[in-house]
């Protein structure tokens, strides 16, 4: 585990998110949330989220991906991805 994911798991850990299990899970950081958690929405908000919470990190920025799931469905999200990910469709 690098010293980025470790501070991105400290943070979310430590931001008393009721019933939220957030763990790293090899070089990405997995998040589950409880079954009822609308995942559209936080798919909506994750990037503004992630944006405000990163300008308390002042480690240089690595590629993280956090897997998300509430047991039904699950999304990916990619923070600081490497160039040949931009182009991706």
Known sequence: MNAYQQKWLSVLQNAGLKDWKI???GNDIEIEMPH???LKLIKDN???TLAAI???IDL???RL???VHNGYENFE???NPHADELNRP
């Open 36 to 38: 009822v958690t609308d």
């Open 77 to 79: 999200y990619v923070l």
């Open 23 to 25: 763990e790293a899970r």
């Open 60 to 62: 240089p920025h690595e």
């Open 54 to 56: 990163s300008l308390d």
């Open 46 to 48: 994750l990037p503004a």
């Open 65 to 67: 991906k956090f897997i």
